[in-house]
């Protein structure tokens, strides 16, 4: 699998990783800006890297987006929606261009998580535990230009919340949350339906595709139907 590193705003995102205590090393499947209209102006808060497991995602994904154009996975969001929920582990690197503190940061996520759970009638005391236990782990922490949020969102819906002054990944660490909901709600802010990264969902878009096609069984995409005659 040949993948390219991106660099989103002067922020690296290498073409290899491997999150903080896991077993498995992830590609980069996309990466774009996060920021805001204000004034008239665009102003960029954070660069965002989204990497897949290495040895699974392509091939979860190939049963039902193979042949699919970057266009028709940037424009469906049950594309978006099978890689969050993915049977593969998923690795979110989230870098700061402008500072921000640890609780500005979780109490926007969890803002927006808990008023979509709630619009569902999905809320309940353990997704309200989950977000206290998300805010603690964020509670002393400060982000200058550089640093970086790292979360491991695992298959059995245990997300992991890790911290670098810098953009290197920490071989291990981090507080670990088991609640499926946030586990998948921390990536679907970022690549889902109302994502706050468009350009980091058209970059996996792009990229995939391009995956998925490298995939294909040689001859795939020639095949034509043989006409036999009497």
């Known amino acids: ?8 705003d002067g922020v690296v995102f290498p073409p290899l990783a491997r999150p903080p205590g896991s077993a498995h090393a992830h590609f980069l499947a996309g990466a774009g ?13 954070t660069a965002i890297g989204v990497y897949l497991q290495a040895d699974a995602a392509v091939s979860a994904l190939a049963a039902k987006w193979s042949g699919k154009s970057a266009d028709d996975l940037a424009a469906d969001n049950a594309f978006f929606r099978d890689v969050v929920t993915g049977e593969f582990e998923k690795f979110t690197r989230v870098t700061m261009i402008l500072p921000l503190t640890g609780a500005q940061y979780s109490e ?5 998580c808990v008023a979509y759970w709630k619009a569902a009638g999905v809320y309940t005391d353990a997704e309200a535990a989950a977000v206290d236990k998300f805010k603690e782990a964020f509670k002393a922490e400060s982000f200058p230009p550089g640093a970086s949020i790292l979360f491991t969102h695992s298959p059995a819906g245990v997300l992991t919340v890790a911290f670098s002054k810098d953009s290197s990944v920490p071989e291990s660490g981090g507080v670990a949350i ?6 998948e709600a921390v990536l679907e802010s970022i690549i ?3 994502g706050v990264s468009p350009a980091a969902k058209l970059s996996l878009a792009t990229r995939v595709a391009e995956l998925l096609k490298e995939a294909s069984p040689v001859g795939e995409a020639a095949a034509e139907p043989v006409s036999v005659s009497a």
């Open 108 to 112: 926007k996520v969890t803002e927006n």
């Open 178 to 183: 088991e609640n499926r909901p946030l586990c």
């Open 33 to 45: 800006v996060r920021g805001m209209e204000l004034g008239g102006n665009f102003i960029k808060f």
């Open 192 to 194: 889902g339906e109302h």
């Open 1 to 8: 699998m040949a993948v390219s590193e991106l660099e989103v």
